[in-house]
């Protein structure tokens, strides 16, 4: 592919992103490598069909919905940015990252690691997660193997001892509470990011 | 009487225990000495017909007068003195916790340890040799049950995401620390003014790597007391348990060649194979004797009263073997607990699981707590030959190895790890790295004749046991709440945990597969799914084999909340009138809604219901049951999941068939079915019912037990019963389980759904108390 800056040169506004992100150059050209191999028809931009030759997604329960988190609302396309956007969550988080007070959350932030996933669960963005909405995701979680009872019990109990406000709903911020004790950091950071 | 004099009581009588432990060995070995003397030949009997100093055994028989009561302590002896020790060291065991103040700050081993000191001096005074630990004894008997236990409630998550750390410490971190201690020893050895010249460089790395072992069984006790946080915990004891493999390796190898004096590069290339061998075959030889144990267990579901035995026996037997081609017991047991803990958990039943979980917690203290005496003992009884240099050298370099040691992998580890390790974590680390019992045996187990400085060797063991013991021990408590580490969470996991928690594992094998990384969570992956595919079908029996962990977790949430609720006094009568109920959900600290919580009140209260019902009519029941060794009195729940499961899907299509059938469902009128169809569905999982939603007349009926006529029954306050009357018509999940209602069939209590008043009269006569006839009519366990 020619030297390495001949590679990172192609990426437009390679600056904007390393600031926003926080990858180093060298991830960067990692993930635009993947990009690439990805990128079946060298459009410049990946469509769905293109991740659908990923093939463990397609044994993985939520693969369409992690496919569907990359596309924002309505579009087809993901371009390398919101690519490196949305894979920018799962950095596992520096210690050592100076906070700014008026910098905005870095995206690879505990906050924005549950949103993502919060978002991943509420599929019709309204806010929450409805009890519906948790069915579906126990249902593709579980396949087969539990008959609809079984699960609606379970997601009648998990709404129920997540849900403070009693709108029979879980919203981001019952979502986090329950989470509280679960180590995102360490869940939701891939080491290939690091 | 006030509890200073109970104390008191208890205390003497431990004491007098102790006292008596002496008088009876010294007793037996008198007897020895008394039968040695008179025989000639030594203990027992002898055939030979010149005995001439035989007495008693001898040719002359002359008669005696026959011996009414007569003294035969011999025969007994060993299994005597064995219970005598056990009895001591569960009295003392129980006497520290009945001074609460000395066991906050002083942790059990110490206080273990000085008894064992105080009882072999004890002993030595009275005239008798106290026993020395022998190192069969502890390898083979009282150094298993412990790492079982430890193995088999392994915390498998924690320990397989920190495996890299892990196994860092546990060899490279023993590595360095036995060279380090043993080439340093073995430099000051040389100095002039010690006499220790004479120890080679081959037996200092010995000594070394005998010393620079961390020992589990110290560990798992004072950690155990501080409670420190997850991550910690298994650091240090994952570190313990994994580095037996290097040290049975490096143990093997400088005895080997200590008399020769001379290591070379093919021994140490052997060596290096040695111990992946070692290791490696371990842990095989302990995965093969798991998934035995998983198989077996899948057919024990007809002999429940031996299950447990089958967990003991193949995890002693893995152990066994391992010992025998000299691989690492430990890894072996390790691996053979965590291998088969989930299959047969899947397959035995409640009772044997709580038997397997406790014998095992038992063993596992009454083991810890007498190798603590008998390192006690052994020093009292032991030859030492103090050194000082020796000693105080070793101390310092056991200490100074080991931080050395962790902080420098710690500045490797951390380029690796997500969640780096702190200064604090290490100090914990450092520190933590107590040495025990297994480097005294190691060092017992040498043979004086190579080893001439042996007894120095045990000396200086022993101090540093005592050292890290009592020092470490003593002061890692106060420093942890100094330095504000991270306690244990003591919550337990919430449902809503659990499925975040899946629910992020595949979301971040998703993302891992998109960067076309094969990380762990790959793998991880990978191996569920063939561990659901292929080895669950083999080896869990029946329905369980397609049972989702999700499933299965929330099976035991629910259950463990049932229990909770029984017994936390939601089983006797309950004032009618009181608003907040026992009902599960209400049992959490928030307010739950009339109308959302209707339909789940109906499966926890039917739940909740059935368990109070349960444990107040199993009373009756088991008077009337003969006591047969073989079998336990039958627990419905766990022995019928199984058909439970199978039963209610069966119910619910025959459900779905009625409710189309019929449009208008009145109680008096039978609907067409078996009585046993009928009791089986009233006996329908209560967990997984969800009354179906049926047209809108049904009545239903609603089981008021607040009924004054019969003090035995539980009255479960139902609050919505004034309001619900009108909500339900309209309101579709409530529709009802249909029933029968032939008179006088105790399983009606069972019912639970909401009724008009005079359906109540009918049920009341039913719900009266069915005395001992009634009782008789349930053969069957309470649930089919």
């Known amino acids: 592919m020619g030297s390495s800056n001949s590679t990172l040169s192609k990426i437009p506004n390679l600056g904007r992103l390393i600031e926003e992100t926080g990858f180093t150059p060298a991830h960067i050209k990692r993930l635009y490598k993947r990009f690439q191999a990805l990128d079946k028809g060298n459009k410049g931009y990946l469509s769905p069909q293109d991740f659908g030759s990923v093939k463990e997604l397609a044994t993985n329960p939520i693969g369409d919905r992690i496919i569907g988190a990359f596309f924002s609302q309505g579009q087809e396309t993901v371009d390398f940015h919101s690519f490196v956007r949305i894979l920018a969550h799962f950095r596992p988080l520096d210690k050592n990252r100076a906070k700014r007070p008026d910098s905005p959350e870095p995206i690879n932030s505990r906050i924005s690691k549950l949103r993502f996933a919060f978002q991943l669960y509420d599929q019709d963005n309204d806010g929450k997660i409805s009890r519906d909405e948790l069915l579906q995701v126990l249902r593709t979680m579980l396949e087969m193997q539990v008959t609809e009872e079984q699960l609606e019990s379970i997601a009648d109990r998990t709404i129920q001892e997540a849900d403070l406000d009693g709108d029979n709903a879980i919203s981001f911020d019952e979502f986090r509470k329950s989470l509280e004790k679960v180590n995102i950091e360490h869940k939701m950071s891939s080491r290939f990011l690091h | ?784």
């Open chain 2, 1 to 784: 009487m006030s509890c200073w004099t109970r104390r008191g009581l208890l205390l003497a009588l431990a004491l007098g225990l102790a006292l008596l432990v002496p008088m009876a060995l010294s007793l037996g070995a008198a007897e020895k000495t008394r039968r040695s003397v008179g025989n000639g030949h030594g203990t027992g009997v002898t055939l030979r017909p010149d005995d001439s100093h035989g007495d008693g055994h001898g040719v002359n028989k002359t008669k005696k007068i026959f011996p009414v009561l007569t003294f035969d302590f011999a025969h007994v002896k060993i299994p005597f003195e064995i219970s005598l020790w056990v009895l001591l060291a569960s009295l003392m065991k129980l006497g520290f916790h009945l001074i609460p103040r000395l066991s906050s700050i002083v942790p059990e081993s110490c206080l273990l340890i000085v008894v064992g000191l105080l009882v072999g001096g004890l002993m030595k005074l009275v005239g008798a040799a106290p026993p020395e630990l022998q190192s069969d004894v502890f390898f083979l008997y009282l150094l298993p049950p412990i790492i079982l236990d430890a193995g088999y409630f392994l915390p498998i998550r924690p320990f397989s995401e920190n495996l890299g750390t892990i196994l860092m410490f546990a060899v490279v971190g023993t590595l360095w620390n036995s060279f380090f201690i043993g080439g340093l020893l073995y430099a000051v050895c040389q100095i002039e003014g010690t006499d220790l010249k004479s120890i080679g460089l081959l037996p200092c790395f010995l000594f070394g790597s005998v010393i620079s072992a961390v020992d589990p069984v110290a560990v798992l006790a004072v950690f155990e007391e501080i409670h420190i946080n997850e991550l910690l915990h298994i650091l240090v004891f994952g570190e313990s348990l994994l580095n037996d493999a290097v040290t049975v390796v490096l143990y093997h190898l400088f005895e080997e060649y200590s008399g020769l004096g001379m290591v070379t590069f093919l021994d140490v290339f052997l060596g290096v194979i040695c111990f992946l061998v070692v290791s490696l075959g371990g842990v095989l030889v302990g995965a093969f004797y798991g998934l035995l144990a998983a198989f077996t267990s899948r057919f024990a579901s007809h002999t429940r009263v031996i299950e447990p035995l089958f967990v003991f026996v193949y995890s002693y037997m893995s152990y066994l073997s391992a010992e025998v081609f000299h691989l690492s017991g430990i890894m072996a047991l390790i691996a053979c607990g965590a291998v088969m803990r989930p299959y047969v958990e899947a397959n035995i039943s409640h009772k044997s699981h709580t038997t397997t979980k406790y014998f095992l917690k038992m063993w596992s203290s009454v083991s810890e707590t007498l190798i603590f005496i008998f390192l006690g003992v052994s020093t009292v009884a032991g030859l030492h030959s103090w050194n000082w240099t020796f000693v105080t050298v070793t101390i310092i370099l056991c200490l100074v190895a080991r931080v050395l040691g962790v902080m420098g992998l710690t500045f490797v580890i951390n380029k690796f790890r997500i969640v780096k390790l702190t200064n604090k974590d290490q100090f914990i680390i450092a520190y933590g790295g107590l040495r025990g019992a297994i480097a005294f045996s190691l060092g017992y187990l040498l043979h004086p004749e190579e080893f001439p400085m042996r007894n120095m060797f045990l000396t200086t063991i022993i101090t540093v046991v005592f050292f890290t013991v009592f020092v470490q021990g003593m002061t890692i408590r106060p420093l942890v709440d100094l330095l504000a580490v991270k306690k244990k969470q003591e919550t337990k996991r919430s449902i809503n945990e659990e499925i975040h928690t899946q629910f992020l594992d595949h979301l971040l094998t998703g993302i891992e597969d998109i960067c076309g990384h094969y990380g762990h969570h790959h793998w991880k992956d990978k191996l569920n799914r063939f561990n659901k595919k292929y080895v669950k079908k083999c080896l869990i029996a029946g329905e369980r084999s397609k049972e989702p962990q999700l499933i299965a977790f929330y099976h035991k949430m629910e259950m463990k909340q049932a229990i909770e609720l029984v017994e936390s006094g939601g089983g006797v009568k309950l004032p009618s009138a009181v608003p907040s109920t026992v009902s599960m959900q209400n049992i959490q600290p928030k307010k739950s809604n009339s109308e959302r919580a209707l339909p789940q009140i109906s499966k926890s209260r039917e739940e909740e219901i059935r368990k109070i019902l349960r444990s107040n009519l199993q009373k009756t029941r088991q008077r009337l049951r003969s006591y047969n060794r073989h079998t336990l009195v039958g627990e419905p729940d766990e022995d019928g999941w199984n058909d439970l499961l199978l039963k209610r899907q069966k119910i619910m299509d025959m459900d779905k068939q009625i409710s189309r059938m019929s449009n208008y469902l009145t109680v008096p009128a039978p609907p067409p079915e078996s009585p046993t169809l009928s009791r089986s569905r009233l006996a329908s999982d209560p967990q997984h019912y969800v009354p179906k939603p049926t047209l809108g007349n049904v009545p239903i009926i609603k089981v008021d037990l607040a009924s004054p006529q019969s003090p035995e029954y539980v009255s479960v306050v139902d609050e919505f019963q004034k309001e619900a009357v009108p909500l339900k018509e309209e309101d579709e999940d409530a529709g009802g389980l249909t029933m029968k209602v032939p008179l006088g069939d105790p399983k009606k209590e069972e019912q639970e759904q909401q009724d008009g008043g005079k359906e109540q009269q009918r049920l009341m006569r039913c719900l009266s108390d069915p005395g001992p006839g009634g009782a008789e009519e349930e053969d069957e366990p309470f649930l089919p």
